[in-house]
């Protein structure tokens, strides 16, 4: 089974702070992706990786940024908290192959909470 | 721009009731649509995947169609039960160039609690 470990489930920070989140997959996936997700907002992406170094901007990039150094681990970084990125923050990872990309398998979730 | 939207946001049935969960697109042109269940505070778990060029695909109780002209696909949940109860989103991955087609439009999601 594929598997996607995001390292905190749970997270409160004070604004200003720096906030790392981490995630890695096991099944040597190209693609990854972080998600954020609110009430009534849905599901936004924030930033992907199509390989190791590569990065994309998503929707909302706005006050994060992101870091793909080895193929397996995607990390967001938060260089200064704000209340409002209290969220619930998801992590994902896919395999493509020439022009075929495959389903999208999602991590359990960051709740993350700036005070 | 994709918009994908699911109706009705929120669903309440009886146990042993077959049930079918709405998604429509606004843009044909998908290389593949993924529904997929959320369960409170969780993330999102993969369900089925639907390629382009398939109708539909089955697992276990679960049957998803696609119809691209028409910009829809149906979930149907076959005697549900509840441990059904969840949230269930369905995604679009759109034609494109390799970086493009990696960006999924989802929709909002339909809220489903099976009463025993």
């Known amino acids: 089974d594929v598997k996607v470990t995001q390292s905190s489930r749970y997270l409160v920070k004070r604004t200003g702070e720096k906030v790392f989140l981490e995630c890695v997959q096991d099944?040597?996936?190209?693609?990854m992706f972080w998600y954020r997700q609110d009430p009534g907002l849905g599901l936004r992406l924030i930033y992907f990786?199509?390989?190791?170094?590569?990065?994309e901007k998503g929707d909302i990039p706005e006050g994060y940024s992101v870091s793909r150094e080895k193929k397996e681990r995607f990390s967001l970084i938060l260089e200064s908290a704000s209340t409002n990125q209290t969220s619930m923050y998801l992590c994902?990872?896919?395999?493509?192959?020439?022009?075929?990309?495959?389903?999208?398998?999602f991590g359990e979730g960051s709740r993350l909470t700036v005070l | 721009k994709q918009e994908v939207t699911q109706i009705p946001a929120a669903l309440s049935v009886p146990e042993g009731e077959n049930l079918v969960l709405n998604c429509s697109f606004t843009?044909?042109?998908?290389?593949?649509l993924q529904w997929f269940r959320q369960d409170p505070g969780k993330g999102l778990t993969s369900l089925l995947l639907?390629?382009?060029?398939?109708r539909e695909q089955t697992s276990g109780r679960l049957n998803a169609s696609l119809d691209k002209s028409s910009g829809r696909s149906t979930l149907y949940i076959a005697a549900s039960q509840p441990g059904d109860s969840a949230t269930y989103l369905c995604?679009?991955?759109?034609?494109?160039?390799?970086?493009?087609?990696?960006?999924?439009?989802f929709g909002g999601g339909t809220r489903l609690m099976v009463k025993p």
């Open positions: 994902a990872s896919s395999w493509t192959s020439g022009r075929m990309t495959g389903e999208l398998f």
């Open positions: 099944m040597d996936h190209e693609n």
């Open positions: 990786s199509y390989d190791v170094k590569m990065k």
């Open positions: 843009d044909s042109a998908i290389y593949n």
């Open positions: 639907i390629q382009s060029s398939q």
């Open positions: 995604a679009v991955r759109p034609v494109g160039n390799n970086n493009a087609g990696n960006m999924l439009t």
